[in-house]
């Protein structure tokens, strides 16, 4: 079946769960009426490369994967399988691929998305994710990555959305959205369908939110870059496990992919 929106996660990433942000665009997304599907190529690999899985481990791996020359090594070494996991993206042809950008991936996604462009330079390519929050000149950045077509810094969902749904200027390549005020409780529940849980290391795990964000602002913190802080009520919270427990009765644990737990204590 083919699809609008390809969503692709890279190494290296928590292996313990399904990632929230690939679930939470997903399921946005399609209530909005645009076919997509998501790829954890994250997972993907550890698992085709169990010889290497130290380097998923954070005592080994966190420092390796910003390291250029380790990251450069390990795509050249990788290129064949790396070629195969983009064939797979690209068989539903989409019109856009849409990367999470993370510190601990942000060196080989570039690298990646660097391989797709050449290969299919029709196609758009978007970095979204935490770390772009934290580049001190975005626009530079993007100056120094043309094959990217957008660069969400902020929240993905509306802003994603607009992209691909051709609302957002297509020379404003660098997109801030911090969707102030309004409640977490208008997303929809997440979308776990095309996942399958038996890849990760708990398949009996799902991952949840509570909130966005922290309501402190402790200055060694880099969650004060993420505002403003949101919550999802104790109603809708429950709505979710409910569902994922009912679609999935195998499921027997919830993990709070979040920045704090118990930022609205009446909830």
């Known amino acids: 079946m083919n699809y609008k929106v390809g969503l692709v996660i890279m190494p290296s990433w928590g292996t313990t769960d399904i990632p929230l942000a690939l679930s939470t665009l997903t399921s946005y997304l399609r209530e909005n009426g645009v076919t997509v599907k998501p790829f954890d190529f994250n997972i993907e690999l550890y698992n085709l490369l169990s010889d290497q899985r130290k380097w998923w481990d954070l005592a080994e791996g966190l420092d390796a994967w910003q390291r250029k020359p380790f990251v450069d090594q390990f795509f050249k070494d990788h290129l064949a399988l790396i070629d195969d996991l983009i064939a797979d993206v690209m068989s539903g042809e989409p019109e856009y691929v849409g990367f999470t ?137 429950f709505a979710d496990i409910k569902k994922q427990k009912e679609t999935y009765p195998l499921l027997r644990m919830i993990r709070l992919h979040e920045s704090i737990s118990n930022g609205i204590v009446r909830e």
């Open 101 to 237: 950008v993370l510190c601990s991936n942000r060196l080989f996604t570039e690298l990646v998305a660097a391989h797709l462009h050449s290969k299919h330079p029709h196609v758009k390519i978007l970095f979204g994710g935490p770390d772009l929050a934290h580049i001190q000149n975005l626009p530079a950045y993007a100056e120094a990555h043309p094959f990217v077509t957008h660069f969400v810094n902020g929240e993905g969902e509306e802003a994603l959305l607009k992209i691909v749904q051709g609302k957002e200027d297509p020379e404003k390549r660098v997109v801030n959205v911090w969707n102030r005020g309004a409640s977490l409780d208008y997303l929809p529940l997440q979308d776990f369908s095309d996942f399958d849980f038996r890849l990760y290391k708990d398949p009996y795990a799902f991952p949840i939110y509570s909130s966005r964000g922290c309501p402190n602002a402790c200055i060694y913190c880099t969650e004060v870059t993420f505002v403003p802080f949101r919550f999802r009520t104790a109603k809708r919270l």
